[in-house]
């Protein structure tokens, strides 16, 4: 079955720190890939997206996260994090082929940043 | 534009009940899926409909079903409730035009506490 692994499940980092939080799956075809963050207290939001082409992608509020195909890998990073990043961030596949918006998530991982 | 509402937002009920969640999906979204967000599981997908048909399910016992109106509402039921059911139940829309590259949008969820 196909599965994503986020390695980091707690991070606490300083403002102006550097963040990389790691993303895996299992899947070997076709994929789509996506990262999600929940600001506390809000809706399940899309920070960017994966489906073809450069495999770094760019998405709202400084995010970015590469592709890397070899490795099953799509991690997220920024280079600055803000008080305000603090939120759950949740690592997503559609995998397979076919018309589905079956999202398969990752556990999440909870970021802390303190002022 | 209006964003995705889930009806009711809070719900207790008890053991061996049943429930029915609503979802409104943005105006024009023809696809709704469900997942189920548990501190233990994470973000689980239960099912997506689109054009009044389940196009996907998720691993989930019988006991939960759902439907999807010529409207595009959805509803989902849980028959015989179980402690275990508690968990918070997101909907989420996309436009589908069967393409997979289709941000889903997510709704508020609603909370469910079975006693």
């Known amino acids: 079955a196909q599965s994503v692994s986020q390695h980091n499940h707690h991070v606490i980092l300083s403002e102006a720190a550097s963040l990389e939080l790691g993303c895996n799956y299992s899947y070997g075809g076709t994929v789509n890939l996506f990262w999600y963050v929940q600001y506390p207290g809000q809706h399940l939001q899309l920070l960017l997206k994966y489906f073809s082409g450069d495999p770094l992608v760019k998405g709202i509020k400084g995010f970015e996260a590469e592709f890397i195909k070899s490795k099953f890998s799509f991690n997220l990073r920024k280079p600055s994090v803000q008080w305000s990043d603090t939120a759950e961030y949740f690592c997503?596949?559609?995998?397979?082929?076919?018309?589905?918006?079956?999202?398969?998530f990752g556990t999440g991982t909870l970021l802390a940043v303190q002022p | 534009k209006a964003g995705v509402t889930q009806t009711p937002r809070y719900l207790i009920k008890t053991r061996g009940q049943q429930v029915t969640l609503s979802c409104s999906p943005i105006s024009g979204h023809r696809s709704v899926s469900w997942y189920q967000q548990t501190p233990g599981q994470g973000l689980q997908f239960l099912f997506e409909?689109?054009?009044?048909?389940?196009?996907n399910k998720g691993n989930f016992p019988g006991r939960f079903s759902g439907r999807q109106f010529s409207n595009s509402r959805s509803e989902m039921n849980v028959s015989t409730l179980e402690l275990g059911d508690s968990a918070l139940y997101l909907c989420a829309s996309s436009l589908s035009t069967g393409a997979r590259q289709e941000t889903q949008y997510f709704g508020p969820g609603t909370r469910l506490l079975v006693l």
């Open positions: 409909y689109f054009s009044e048909t389940q196009r």
């Open positions: 997503a596949v559609i995998s397979g082929s076919g018309a589905t918006n079956k999202l398969i």
